[in-house]
């Protein structure tokens, strides 16, 4: 079945550097994919719609410049943290839709991400 | 804005026996889906049931079943004859399409806790 990629599966990097995450549509092409924040056991909560083509579409509270999302291409959408900060270690899971209606999603296997 | 809840934190099970996770949501549209999604120490979220609100009959899926009560807004899960590997996160999710050519956004529940005993 169709499967979405995540690189890297994990990443550490130091206080005020960048950090790049990709979210890949392995066989099938979407035009959409999520990205979610999740703290450890806590819940998905979604941060933005990555649209190819267009800009993304962030959800309250989430910051877009520090936040970067740029879907690059029907099967790859990126995430940028910018000038991280420890409070952004968390785990970032993308997700595609698997159906027309969009209601069933393919996830990617997430990053951890750990910034010192 | 639609809510889940999941009132259990925690959930424990011994191996072979039945337990419930329970779901409640808030909407006020008629069309939406339901969904269990279980997290294994690995992370990667793992479909584990589907179910589209217009259908009466609840889904099933191997040991896996739903009691959707669409009127209460009541999804719970019901694992049988629980096994070692059910252990994991189960999140309950509702998504509802947002019309056109965009797509809905899925809600997740806090989540539940379950452990199995041996």
């Known amino acids: 079945g169709a499967v979405v990629s995540q690189h890297p599966s994990r990443v550490i990097c130091k206080s005020g550097t960048s950090v790049k995450i990709e979210c890949r549509s392995l066989?099938?092409?979407?035009?959409?994919m999520f990205w979610y924040r999740q703290f450890p056991k806590q819940s998905l909560m979604l941060m933005a719609t990555s649209n190819e083509g267009s800009k993304a579409t962030y959800e309250q509270g989430v910051e877009k410049d520090k936040f970067l999302i740029n879907h690059a291409s029907l099967t790859l959408s990126t995430l940028t943290v910018t000038s991280a900060h420890p409070e952004d270690s968390s785990f970032y899971i993308c997700?595609?839709?698997?159906?027309?209606?969009?209601?069933?999603?393919?996830f990617g296997p997430g990053t951890r991400l750990t910034v010192l | 804005a639609q809510t889940v809840t999941q009132s259990q934190p925690e959930m424990s099970v011994q191996e072979a026996e039945t337990v419930t996770l329970s779901c409640t949501y808030d909407t006020s549209e008629s069309d939406y889906y339901l969904f269990w999604y279980k997290q294994p120490p690995s992370r990667q979220m793992i479909l584990v049931i589907r179910?589209?609100?217009?259908?009466?009959q609840n889904a099933t899926e191997n040991r896996f079943s739903v009691n959707f009560q669409k009127a209460a807004k009541s999804f719970s899960l019901k694992i049988s004859d629980s096994q070692l590997g059910d252990a994991a996160m189960y999140f309950c999710a509702f998504y509802q399409n947002a019309g056109g050519t965009s797509y809905g956004k899925l809600t997740f529940g806090q989540g539940t806790i379950l452990t199995v005993h041996p």
């Open positions: 997700s595609a839709p698997r159906t027309r209606s969009g209601d069933t999603q393919y």
């Open positions: 179910q589209e609100a217009y259908k009466q």
């Open positions: 066989d099938f092409q979407a035009t959409t």
